[in-house]
C-alpha cells in the first residue's frame, strides 16, 4: 500500500531553472495538496485541488502552478526557480469529509543556488 | 495574529513525565482538529484526532474546547520515542498547521 507518492526525493536547482513535483496517490482521495516547510515553521499550502481538474491557491502560491489532470496525481511545477523556494516540499490527500486526517508523502528536498 | 498558534517550547523532560501542549485558534467555524508528530523534518504523520468530547489513545489524550477555541495534548509516562515535533492541525475546509511544539524527552 503505498498511499502518497513523491517524487524526486531531492533536487537541486540554479536559479532560473524549471522543475515539476510530482505527487501520485492510491487511496482514491478527492482532495490534494502542496505544502512548503521552511525552518522553524509550520507548513504553509501553496495551492490545493478538490478533484480532478480543479486546482485553487493557497497561502503563498506565487511562483508556483499546479495541475490536476488525472484523479491520482497532482503536478507542482516550478517555473523559474528562485532561492527564496528552497524548503521541503510535501504532498497530502484527503477524502472530502469533514474529519477526514491529511496523509502525507515523504516531501522533496528543494534547494535552489 | 496567526490563525493557529502553538507554544514552540522546546519542551525538556525527564521519562516519565507527563507533559501538556497547548493550541488555540482563531476561526470560529473550524469543524476537525488533530495532532500531528513530525520527526527530523520527515512528513507528519497523523497522532490523533480531536474530538469535543476529549479522546484518548493509550498514554495520549486530547482535548478541545469550542467556546476558548483551544486545543491541548496531554502525554503521559513520556518515553524516548516520543521526541519530536508536535503540529496542531485546525480545518474549516482547508488545513492550517501550527510552527509546532518540540519536545525532547531525556534519560
Known amino acids: 500500500n503505498a498511499g502518497v507518492t513523491q517524487t524526486p526525493k531531492f533536487r537541486v536547482l540554479k536559479t532560473g531553472q524549471s522543475m515539476t513535483l510530482l505527487c501520485a496517490q492510491d487511496?482514491?482521495?478527492?482532495?490534494m495538496y502542496w505544502y512548503r516547510q521552511d525552518p522553524g515553521m509550520g507548513l504553509r499550502l501553496i495551492h490545493y485541488s478538490v478533484g480532478e481538474g480543479t486546482t485553487a491557491k493557497g497561502e503563498v502560491p506565487d511562483g508556483y502552478n499546479v495541475s490536476r489532470l488525472k484523479k491520482q496525481n497532482f503536478l507542482l511545477g516550478l517555473e523559474s526557480a528562485a532561492p527564496s523556494q528552497t524548503s521541503v516540499y510535501f504532498c497530502?490527500?484527503?477524502?472530502?469529509?469533514?474529519?477526514?486526517?491529511?496523509?502525507f508523502g515523504n516531501g522533496t528536498r528543494l534547494t535552489v543556488t | 495574529r496567526k490563525e493557529v498558534e502553538q507554544d514552540p517550547g522546546p519542551f525538556n523532560v525527564p521519562e516519565g513525565a507527563t507533559v501538556a501542549f497547548n493550541c488555540t485558534y482563531s476561526n470560529s467555524a473550524s469543524q476537525s482538529f488533530f495532532w500531528y508528530r513530525q520527526d527530523c523534518r520527515k512528513e507528519p504523520k497523523l497522532l490523533m484526532s480531536v474530538y469535543s468530547s476529549g479522546n484518548e489513545d493509550g498514554r495520549f489524550t486530547a482535548q478541545l474546547n469550542r467556546a476558548s477555541q483551544y486545543i491541548s495534548l496531554l502525554i503521559r509516562d513520556s518515553k524516548l520515542s516520543d521526541s519530536a515535533t508536535y503540529l496542531c492541525?485546525?480545518?474549516?475546509?482547508?488545513?492550517?498547521f501550527g510552527d509546532g511544539t518540540t519536545l525532547t524527552v531525556k534519560p
Open positions: 492541525v485546525v480545518s474549516a475546509g482547508k488545513s492550517t
Open positions: 487511496m482514491n482521495h478527492e482532495y
Open positions: 497530502a490527500s484527503s477524502y472530502p469529509k469533514i474529519g477526514s486526517p491529511l496523509h
